[in-house]
């Protein structure tokens, strides 16, 4: 499958979902930029797809709040598979509150982020995570988030010999 450029075409896929129980956030105060710092707590929580297994409760989402009350996520926490592998993840993006919407009156599960994740283990078996472009959409609850991850994936010609 090509590209409208002739370039090869790029697909999602699936890779897992991601429920994680969050901890009440410490609020570290105002950057002197009009944004505000707050340190959130992962608890643990659980993701099944394409690989399942558990989040480990040893994270946390470092949450940059803007004035304009778009958040701006950066997470570091331990995911191990069924298997007993465990992986680094760092998620970032953006949360903006819908399109038109009055923030004074939206609850924190109206408002949706588009995360970007990078991903880093020692394991062979998982050893693709290492280098895969992952992107993500996801959805705050109020003590929770769950999240789509999905990898890039390019579509080469094959070769004919």
Known sequence: MQSASGLPGLSL???????????????????????????????????????????????????????????????????????GETFLVHSEGVRHPPEGSDVATLHVSEYTFLLRLKLETGSPRLAYLNTAIIVGSAKRQDASIKYDAYMLEQHLEKRSS
């Open 13 to 83: 896929k699936h890779l897992f979902t991601l429920e994680c129980e969050l901890d009440a956030p410490l609020i570290v105060g105002n950057n002197g930029g009009g944004s505000e710092r707050r340190i959130i707590p992962l608890k643990g929580g659980t993701f099944s797809g394409l690989i399942n297994g558990k989040v480990l409760p040893l994270g946390f989402d470092a949450l940059l709040m803007q004035t304009d009350l778009t958040a701006r996520p950066d997470a570091k926490y331990c995911l191990q598979t069924d298997e």
